[in-house]
């Protein structure tokens, strides 16, 4: 099992080939909602199961909950408000090999939307740290893959959120962004997405309300306007990272 761990840490920290991430914001009217990310990477199985031979195969099929209680203590650079969000979390992970499926969901609720501010601040740290410290036994978590060398990013670090009780938004942290040439992870998932293997990124928000305006240039609101969805690429970051960003009144 932790051979296979291991390789697959390596395959999705270098290549990410296939896989799709899926970022769910449900927003109560009453302030309180949800923060899911699903990542799908089934894509890999075959792969993994290729290089890995027979100690892949014999990986057992897993279908389980982990919670992320007392996880958050060993995150540096949370703060107190942060580590109690994040401590509140979960995620339920399924493997099965032999039908070449890997999917997990990690989910946090929040009771207030200033606690969706500080999870999404908190979120790039967050998915470092699962990926570098779950990994152990038979509970492998979300996003493994940070090669225990700090490296792990996500494109959501280069972006700030903004929520508040009418508006929610998402704008580039230029920055952060002018980094990217010189970072040596982001550049590894340059080469293998222009190589024909992009990342699909979806960002899904459920309004309490309808929205009044929502502004974007990949976003698709729904019929009765509750309901926003945007969907990029990794080609579009490095090509076009306005894609990423968004303005929602509501």
């Given at each position: 099992?932790?051979k296979?761990i291991?390789?697959?840490?390596?395959?999705c920290t270098?290549?990410?080939?296939?896989?799709?991430?899926?970022?769910e914001?449900?927003?109560?009217?009453?302030?309180?909602?949800?923060?899911?990310?699903?990542?799908?990477?089934?894509?890999?199985v075959?792969?993994l199961?290729?290089?890995?031979?027979d100690?892949?195969?014999r990986?057992?099929n897993?279908?389980t909950?982990?919670s992320?209680a007392?996880?958050?203590?060993?995150?540096?650079?949370?703060?107190?408000?942060?580590?109690?969000?994040i401590?509140?979390?979960s995620?339920?992970l399924?493997?099965?090999?032999?039908d070449?499926?890997?999917?997990?969901k990690?989910?946090?609720p929040f009771?207030?939307?200033?606690?969706?501010q500080?999870?999404?601040?908190?979120?790039?740290?967050?998915?470092?740290?699962?990926?570098k410290?779950?990994?152990?036994?038979?509970q492998?978590p979300s996003?493994?893959?940070?090669?225990?060398k700090?490296?792990?990013?996500t494109?959501?670090?280069?972006f700030d959120v903004?929520?508040t009780?009418?508006?929610?938004?998402?704008?580039?942290n230029?920055?952060?962004?002018?980094?990217?040439?010189?970072?040596?992870?982001?550049?590894?998932?340059?080469q293998?997405?222009?190589?024909?293997?992009?990342?699909?990124?979806n960002y899904?928000?459920n309004l309490p309300r309808?929205?009044?305006k929502a502004?974007?240039?990949?976003l698709?609101l729904s019929?009765?306007?509750?309901k926003?969805?945007?969907t990029?690429?990794?080609?579009?970051?490095f090509d076009s990272p306005?894609k990423?960003?968004?303005?929602?009144?509501?």
């Amino acid at each position: 099992m932790k051979k296979f761990i291991s390789l697959f840490s390596l395959v999705c920290t270098i290549l990410l080939i296939g896989c799709e991430t899926t970022q769910e914001i449900t927003i109560n009217k009453n302030g309180s909602g949800s923060l899911s990310n699903t990542s799908d990477m089934s894509n890999l199985v075959g792969m993994l199961k290729t290089m890995g031979g027979d100690s892949v195969n014999r990986v057992p099929n897993t279908d389980t909950t982990i919670s992320f209680a007392g996880i958050a203590d060993s995150i540096e650079g949370l703060n107190a408000a942060q580590k109690k969000i994040i401590n509140q979390g979960s995620m339920k992970l399924s493997l099965n090999m032999q039908d070449e499926k890997l999917i997990t969901k990690a989910n946090f609720p929040f009771q207030k939307l200033s606690d969706l501010q500080m999870l999404n601040a908190a979120m790039p740290k967050v998915s470092e740290a699962i990926s570098k410290k779950l990994p152990v036994g038979d509970q492998m978590p979300s996003g493994l893959g940070a090669g225990g060398k700090g490296q792990f990013k996500t494109f959501d670090d280069f972006f700030d959120v903004t929520v508040t009780n009418n508006l929610i938004s998402k704008t580039l942290n230029k920055t952060k962004y002018a980094t990217v040439p010189n970072d040596e992870y982001m550049q590894s998932l340059k080469q293998m997405s222009g190589m024909g293997s992009p990342i699909t990124s979806n960002y899904v928000i459920n309004l309490p309300r309808p929205a009044k305006k929502a502004e974007g240039k990949g976003l698709t609101l729904s019929q009765d306007k509750k309901k926003v969805t945007i969907t990029v690429t990794s080609d579009d970051f490095f090509d076009s990272p306005s894609k990423f960003e968004y303005k929602i009144e509501y």
